[in-house]
């Protein structure tokens, strides 16, 4: 399997109400860290926060069970298609997000 080509991680670009953005900033120059780095406190006390709600588990619980039927139904498909002939499930291939190809067109 190769490699994450950033390392396993993300950018994530979001647009900023100005008064905020200028609060923010004022935070980050008072702490003494970077935007980026403050933007990942904010991101980790986010997860924390909503991790910590009492029906968080529960919905976690359920998207988990909504995957696995989507995965199911779609293993269905292709098994449908090739019977017992059916190509032997790799883990990569069994997520349920869609890939993008080159132009940015959507697969399935």
């Known amino acids: 399997m190769p490699e994450p080509r ?3 991680v993300k950018t994530l670009g979001i647009k900023v109400p100005d008064a905020l953005h200028a609060q ?3 935070v980050a120059q008072l702490d003494g860290i970077s935007l980026g780095d403050a933007a990942l ?3 980790e006390l986010y ?3 909503k991790k910590a ?5 529960a919905r976690a619980k359920a998207a988990l069970e909504a995957i696995e039927r989507e995965a199911a139904a779609r293993r269905g498909a292709i098994e449908g298609l090739f019977g017992a ?3 032997a ?3 990569a291939d069994t997520t349920t997000g869609r890939s993008r190809r080159r132009g940015g067109e ?3």
């Not at 709600?53 to 588990?57: S, V």
């Open 106 to 108: 959507a697969s399935d």
């Open 89 to 91: 499930a790799n883990a």
């Open 53 to 57: 709600e009492p029906d968080f588990a």
């Open 47 to 49: 997860v924390t926060t």
């Open 6 to 8: 950033n390392g396993g």
């Open 24 to 26: 923010f900033t004022l």
């Open 41 to 43: 406190r904010a991101v």
């Open 85 to 87: 002939d059916a190509p």
